[in-house]
């Protein structure tokens, strides 16, 4: 009787523990996406980086999800799915700072409110930045951390170029990774 209380006991948790994981990890998908997130826009054309097949896939091991742009914070962090999402190595002046603005217009302009966006966040960079996942965003056929440095409106963060996954991407080292 006891044998049989224990494996009805183990056989209990492990249902609630698969449970656990389908609801708490709903994002996290088994095999990389191989298609690109919307890519019906036609906003922000000029930026070189648009989205292939591959270069949309999640890469490393770290998070990665699509979702809804739910908000644009400024020129470097957006918002999808209610999770704060910093742009890896690329840097924008902050809003009270020249060209702030700008950089989050620009921002705006390729990834409104609404997008679908893919997080791909950065496995050198796993514990964020004040509060933030730090990631590559791809969005509207765009990586968007590249398209801010191409438009002129933001700088390569060089710090965490030693830690990065994706500082041996071309876009990064064009930049100074």
Known sequence: MNK???????????IL???????????????????????????G???QNPITAQSAACK????CFSGHVTRVIDGDTIVVNDV????????????????GIEAKNFI??????????L???DDGQMSGSYGRTVAEIYCNNHLVNSALLDKGLG????????????AGENWAKKYGC
């Open 155 to 166: 700088t390569i963060d060089q710090r965490f170029c030693g830690v990065s996954e994706f």
């Open 84 to 99: 704060h999402v910093r742009f890896a190595l690329a840097a924008a002046p902050e809003l009270s700072e020249n060209g």
């Open 17 to 43: 523990i698969l449970i656990v994981i389908v609801l708490f990890y709903p994002f996290v998908p088994s095999q990389p996406s191989t298609s690109p997130p919307n890519t019906s826009s036609s906003v």
């Open 108 to 117: 705006e302009s390729l990834c409104p409110v609404g997008s679908n966006a």
């Open 119 to 121: 997080v791909d966040e």
């Open 4 to 14: 049989q209380k224990i494996v009805l006991g183990g056989i209990i948790g492990c």
């Open 45 to 47: 054309q000029e930026s």
């Open 60 to 63: 490393g091991h770290a998070g």
